[in-house]
């Protein structure tokens, strides 16, 4: 059977929604995903690097994150015909653990937690195929990068690009 | 450069004797290592079996576990000629991510974080050692498994066996 790997932030679990919104409220500021094109945030509010990514330190920010359209019912379905794990580079910020592997255990309670991933370099990572929206997590990684589309990623030309579950699905189950 | 990844528990981290400590005091028994050959403490008192497993559940057992003899100096003497990866089952005990974490961090500080899995199922690495007292977790797993010394896997033959971090030593640096 072959492996697919899937990244969770901006993949399958929407911080960057809640992360905007939070930032537009503390700063009164008005910055839209459209304005994110092909940059982070930081790169939007250089003068406020630290207090962009002191948000997303914040214990529970991750707990109560939307889940990306479809991602649920894809991946069910997937489960039927691959082993699907779930890899998140979560050593970049350790107090989002908890609040990761319960919203794991919440929203995608039908994979065991032992498919779970929690690393920092994701070239550990044994699969044929890793479905990521930040290409630097293709370096090293010996399967197929797929580039889920995001504001950041959009003029990263390298990869098969899904801009949606429904393109997932279609790739994988067509 | 060739990887290594080396299991947390009972290989750098010595959960084994303040467990076995906690319960000998909480439960007025007299375990000792040696009652331990071959078998788990949960095999040597079956009728506690939900008791032993709630004392590793507690948050902050793993925050001060004593380190395995010889495994800094060594891993850092590895770290020269091979890229170095922990890889622990934190999944098992979501309530140790952070104790692990701050552990490592203590203790393993010449590491990069990015360089710590916190996993479930082993099969998932990618690399061409992994060290490990469990034989289960060489199962799928497509580098050499190498087995670290411990009382319940003394009776293991199917792996190189090392009985301590010299003998890693010998194993790789010779």
């Not at 940059?39 to 997303?56: A, G, M, S």
């Not at 479809?70 to 653990?97: G, N």
């Not at 550990?124 to 950041?152: H, V």
Request: aromatic share 14%; glycine share 2%.
């Amino acid at each position: 059977m072959e492996r697919i790997a899937i990244d969770m932030d901006d993949v399958i679990a929407d911080p960057l929604s809640k992360h905007l919104a939070l930032f537009n409220k503390r700063y009164n500021e008005n910055i839209s995903i459209k304005d994110l094109e092909g940059k982070y945030l930081t790169e939007v509010r250089p003068e406020l690097h630290q207090e962009i990514l002191d948000i997303l330190a914040e214990p529970t920010f991750f707990r109560d994150l939307d889940i990306i359209a479809d991602s649920q019912e894809v991946i069910k379905e997937l489960s039927q015909h691959y082993e699907v794990f779930i890899a998140t580079a979560a050593m970049e910020l350790p107090s989002s653990f908890t609040s990761k592997y319960e919203w794991l255990k919440e929203h995608f309670s039908f994979l065991n937690e032992r498919n779970f991933i929690f690393c920092g370099d994701k070239s550990i990572i044994k699969a044929d195929y890793l479905i990521d929206d930040s290409p630097r997590n293709f370096m090293g990684f010996e399967g197929q990068g797929i580039l889920f589309t995001n504001p950041y990623n959009l003029h990263v030309t390298d990869y098969v690009r899904v801009n949606n579950w429904q393109e997932v699905r279609e790739f994988f189950l067509k």
